[in-house]
């Protein structure tokens, strides 16, 4: 009898001593899920973009656009350094295609907006900034342009793809719907195919003429996994609200021979925007490039006036 007790009793305690590891090793699990997930967390929270700075004086902030990012900034940084403490950002969709990396499943224009915010705020300059931006960067600093306009000193925008203001406005026709599903479709691996026709939509390529045959076209072929971005751009939404509110000088700039829609989202961002200017210069969707010289005279003036 007292034999079976003693195994009764040795049963149960080798029972609660599995039953304490099993919850200890379950908690341990647990921890290091936690553990994990705050730092996921954190990653997202602290998300921010690569930058240069170039140059002493007066902060000047450019924001590329989604294609080969900051390379597009590099001949004006050298320029405009000269005078000006120059900051180019790079954006995350650019840095994660060049590392093949996929974007977070939930990356949207807020995503690159909070980048770039967290940017600034890591580099000191939380003062109002004179902030220049291009295409999709140009739709990035838009938002956080009117999420923060005690930190914008002025805004120059050129040919952002700022669908929602067509969208808020019913002024969506059916070439520029046509444009939102072809972004809509440009996800997972990007072909040549597919950079070939995102070009076009832009006005990127001039008439008559392919993408293929451009000399810049190794060099897209080589950013082309950027463009995962493009289902974003089509589904981000504003209020237009904040449009009227945004009471900061805004520069809008079109690209003669660029795309229709971009330059009805130009018109629209004008006639909603308490102060904003237009002016249009040649070539297509690159006129900063292209007109380089024009530009820079432009923008110093357009600058200099705004901040007077």
């Known amino acids: 009898m007292l034999t079976l007790q003693k195994k009764e ?136 342009a009117l999420g923060h306009p005690e930190r914008v000193r002025s805004l120059t925008l050129i040919e952002p793809p700022a669908l929602w203001v067509l969208r808020a406005q019913g002024l969506l026709d059916a070439e520029a719907k046509e444009t939102m599903e072809m972004l809509q479709a440009i996800k997972g691996d990007i072909s040549e195919l597919q950079l070939e026709q995102f070009m076009k939509s832009v006005g990127f390529v001039p008439p008559g003429k392919s993408a293929s045959e451009m000399p810049q076209w190794p060099l897209f072929v080589q950013h082309r996994q950027s463009l995962r971005n493009s289902p974003a751009v089509v589904q981000h939404e504003d209020d237009p609200q904040r449009l009227r509110d945004f009471k900061r000088p805004v520069l809008l700039v079109k690209g003669t021979g660029s795309a229709r829609f971009l330059h009805q989202i130009i018109d629209a961002l004008a006639t909603t925007l308490p102060k904003a200017q237009v002016v249009e210069m040649p070539a297509g969707h690159a006129p900063q490039v292209v007109s380089m010289d024009r530009f820079l005279e432009r923008l110093a003036i357009f600058q200099a006036g705004a901040n007077s």
């Open 9 to 144: 009793s040795w049963r149960r305690t080798n029972t609660l001593q599995y039953m304490s590891k099993l919850v200890r090793s379950l908690e341990d699990v647990r921890g290091k899920a936690n553990e994990r997930q705050a730092s996921m967390d954190c990653q997202a929270i602290s998300m921010e973009m690569q930058s240069k700075v170039t140059g002493k004086g007066e902060p000047l902030v450019l924001v590329p656009g989604g294609l080969t990012g900051w390379l597009s900034w590099e001949p004006h940084a050298e320029r405009l350094s000269a005078t000006r403490k120059v900051v180019r950002t790079q954006l995350l969709n650019v840095q994660y295609g060049l590392e093949n990396r996929a974007l977070p499943t939930d990356y949207s224009v807020k995503t690159e907006s909070r980048a770039l915010e967290t940017t600034l705020g890591k580099l000191g300059l939380m003062m109002p900034l004179d902030l220049v931006a291009w295409s999709y960067g140009a739709a990035i600093t838009l938002d956080y």
